[in-house]
């Protein structure tokens, strides 16, 4: 079964304003990690955070991870409408056990 | 560096038919895996592998087989395919001894069974 949840299944935003998606999970885990999916292709790896780090930067990404409430968020900054695609979170129980997949959020910025 | 490379790109298949989904890899990762994605359900764990010769089952990975001879191949068959089986199907791969790495995709395969 899924182990993330993202929320909100559906994002439609303006260029220029920040996106911010979410991700549930069940269990522990070792890490969670980001990935992004345009329409058609095959998914992109974004961003790692271990379940010791609270916060992390990428560029427009920021990532955050609460391990009390078993939870992350994705933000992007700035959005622009090539950020149109799918977001994923997925979990690694312990560092190199097969990564889970939640059901993503549909991110749609309108130029 | 191509990464993972996955053929065909689309595939219809008659109920009742088998084929072989091939997904080959350069990054001399240990770590494959085959997911399935279909419509509102993420990604899904078919099969995976941790080296030549060590294959096991993810999620839902009833009507298909897989085999694991080389690093760099890892195919993924369908004995007698079923319209239930009409997905997009992602293959991916890791670094696996060192921990915390982050997954490569192919550009998937569409299959259609009719």
């Known amino acids: 079964s899924q182990q993330g949840e993202e929320d909100p299944q559906a994002l439609s935003i303006q260029e220029g304003e920040n996106a911010t998606m979410n991700c549930s999970y069940k269990?522990?885990?070792?890490?969670l990690q980001w990935y992004r999916q345009n329409s058609g292709r095959g998914l992109v790896h974004l961003i790692l955070?271990?379940?010791?780090?609270r916060e992390k930067h990428s560029g427009r990404l920021r990532v955050t991870l609460d391990t009390s409430k078993k939870s992350s968020s994705l933000l992007i900054t700035a959005s622009r409408a090539a950020d149109t695609a799918s977001y994923f979170c997925?979990?690694?129980?312990?560092?190199?056990?097969?990564?889970?997949f939640g059901k993503g959020t549909r991110l749609s910025v309108i130029a | 560096n191509a990464g993972v490379t996955q053929t065909p790109k689309f595939q219809v298949l008659k109920t009742g038919q088998s084929m072989t989904l091939q997904c080959a890899q350069d990054m001399n990762h240990e770590y494959m895996s085959w997911y399935r994605q279909d419509p509102g359900m993420g990604l899904r764990l078919i099969h995976y592998s941790v080296g030549a010769g060590i294959t096991d089952q993810g999620e839902v990975p009833n009507g298909y087989n897989v085999s694991r001879s080389t690093t760099e191949d890892f195919p993924l068959r369908l004995l007698s395919a079923a319209p239930s089986q009409t997905s997009v199907y992602f293959c991916?791969?890791?670094?696996?001894?060192?921990?915390?790495?982050?997954?490569?995709f192919g550009q998937g395969t569409r299959l259609t069974v009719v």
């Open positions: 997925a979990t690694d129980v312990s560092g190199n056990t097969p990564l889970v």
């Open positions: 269990t522990s885990i070792n890490n």
């Open positions: 955070i271990r379940s010791n780090e």
């Open positions: 991916a791969s890791r670094a696996w001894e060192r921990k915390n790495t982050e997954a490569f």
